[in-house]
C-alpha cells in the first residue's frame, strides 16, 4: 500500500471512532417525554420574628413573708404549710407581757389625767381654777391618749394574722419559740394568678407592658402571658432586665416555683416560603421542582419549618421563583410541563 493510501485510511479510522463517540455522548432529550400537567406557586418573601427563649421561674402575684414586729413567745401558731387561709384570719399569736404592762400603765395615766381635767374644768366654771391651767390638763390628756393607742397597737402587733387570702408555703415557728422583731413567722402565696419571672438579656429589645408573649410550661405546653413588669434599667452585674410575665387564669399545668422559658422578640429576619405541597422529601434531601422556560428543574433546599401551610425555606430557593405544587410522581428533572390554573 502506498503512503498516501495508508494515511487516508488512518484518517478515515480517526473519523469514524469520532463520529462513533459523538452518538454514543448525545444525552436524550427531555422532549421525548410527555409534558406534564402541573399546577403551580410562587415562592414568597415573608419577615418573620425572631424569638429568644429566656429561662425563668413561675412565682405567685401576691406572695409574702410576714414578720413580727415586736419580740415575744409564740403562745400559738394555729396553722400547716399547704392551709388555705382568708385574709385577716389569725395565726400566730405572741406572748410579752411588758406590753400589757405598757398598756396598763398608759390606760391608768390617762384615767388620772382625764380626772384632774375634769375637776379643774368644774372649778373653772367655778371661778376657782384658771383657763390655763385647763388648757394644760387638756394637753396633757391628749398625750395620754396617744400612749394608751400607742400600747394598743404594739400589743395588737403580738396577734399576727394572715395579711390576703391564699396557701401557706413556709412555715418558719413553732410554739415556744421566741419571735424577735423583724424575724419571719411564715409565709403566703395569694391565690390570684402566677406569672413568670425572668432576667432579659439587655441586648434584648425593650417592650410596652400589656404585650402578649408565648410562655412554655415545665411539662412542654403553651400559653400567651401578658408581660405586667419590666425594668428599663440593666443590671449592672448581670446585664439583663427584671420582667414579670402574667399567666392566664386557665393553665391548671403550671405551679408556684416551677421552670418556665418565655419567647422573647429577637429581631426580624427575612425568609423565603412556599406551599407545604411542593416540598418533597426523598431520603435525607428534600426537594422542589422549579419550573423556567416550560420545563420543571429538580431543586434540592433546606427547610425551616412550617407555619400556616408554608414552608419556610433557608436555602437553596429565591423569592419569585415558581413552584411546582404536589409535583406528579411521574416528573423528570427537565421535563416540559403546562401549567394549569
Sequence with gaps: MTPFLRTFAFLCMILFSVTACRRHAEPVSADAGPVVAVRTALAEEARQVRVQLVAGTLRPVDHAVVSTQVMGSVAAADFAVGQPVAAGDLLVTLSADELDARLAQAQAALDAVARDHARESLLLDKGVSTSEAVRSLADRLRGAEAAVKEAKTLLGYTRVRAPFSGVIAQRLVQKGDLATAGAPLFSIEGANGLRAEIEVPASLSLLAVGEKLTVQL??????????????????????????????????????????????????????????????????????????????????????????????????????????????PVVLRDGQRVEVQP
Design 218 to 327: 415545665s411539662d412542654g405546653t403553651e400559653v400567651v402571658g401578658t408581660l405586667e413588669e419590666l425594668a428599663t434599667a440593666a443590671d449592672p452585674q448581670t446585664r439583663t432586665r427584671l420582667a414579670k410575665v402574667a399567666l392566664p387564669a386557665f393553665a391548671p399545668a403550671a405551679h408556684s416555683g416551677d421552670f418556665v422559658r418565655v419567647a422573647w422578640p429577637a429581631g426580624e429576619v427575612t425568609t423565603i416560603t412556599v406551599p407545604v405541597e411542593s416540598v418533597s422529601v426523598f431520603g435525607q434531601m428534600e426537594r422542589v421542582f422549579v419550573v423556567e422556560q416550560g420545563r420543571a428543574h429538580l431543586r434540592l433546599v433546606k427547610t425551616a419549618g412550617s407555619q400556616d401551610g408554608r414552608m419556610r425555606i433557608a436555602a437553596g430557593l429565591n423569592a419569585g421563583e415558581t413552584v411546582v405544587m404536589t409535583a
